[in-house]
């Protein structure tokens, strides 16, 4: 299959969700709760998408196929993507445009502070995600602002175990994801260190 053939095929199975969830509206299966059916669908595949995001470059460097790099940024957009749905929805549906009672949440209930806090930190990495954005900062610079998704992804997994409470096993399964993500980039940073010194 062509690059292009197969990045257009990722972009249809990344909007797959958004088309299942206007089917189940559609078909007025939204369960008992939809509002809170559509808040945790799109929230849970803004999760994936970022996680998906930061596991292209290991993927990439255990397997030696060197295309799936053109899928790093698109991943990354369709997580703050669905991220702002998530937002959205939250705001729109459940808080009735009312900044009053968002501000109140984002103050007292801890796992809204840190689903806010990973909105604001995909923010910057999705305005700065083209490549005329990567040449006004310069490659050094951008890379250390884009290192903010490993923050965020940390900030969306407390985000997702505070909103659990009780049932942490699917939070705690993408914990140990991400905690691997990180120890491998650890990994090789270290080595990369060693090696410059030797």
Not at 23 to 39: K, S, V
Not at 170 to 185: D, K, N, Q, T
Request: with cysteine.
């Amino acid at each position: 299959m062509k690059p292009g053939a197969l990045k257009a095929l990722v972009f249809c199975g990344a909007l797959l969700p958004l088309a299942w969830v206007g089917y189940r509206g559609y078909t007025g299966d939204l369960t008992a709760n939809p509002i809170e059916y559509i808040t945790h669908h799109t929230g849970w595949f803004a999760l994936m998408f970022l996680v998906s995001s930061l596991s292209v470059t290991p993927v990439r460097r255990l397997t030696g196929w060197q295309p799936i790099i053109r899928f790093r940024r698109m991943l990354g957009l369709f997580a703050f993507f669905y991220g702002t749905l998530h937002f959205s929805i939250w705001f729109v549906l459940d808080r009735f445009f009312s900044f009053t009672e968002m501000a109140n949440d984002v103050v007292k209930r801890p796992f809204i502070t840190a689903g806010m806090t990973t909105l604001l930190l995909l923010a910057p990495l999705a305005v700065t995600s083209t490549k005329g954005m990567i040449r006004r900062l310069g490659g050094q610079r951008w890379m250390r602002l884009h290192r903010l998704a490993y923050v965020a992804a940390i900030t969306a997994v407390f985000h997702f175990w505070w909103l659990v409470k009780s049932d942490i096993r699917e939070p705690r399964r993408w914990a140990i994801g991400v905690a691997l993500l990180l120890g491998l980039r650890a990994w090789w940073m270290f080595q990369a260190r060693l090696s410059s010194r030797s």
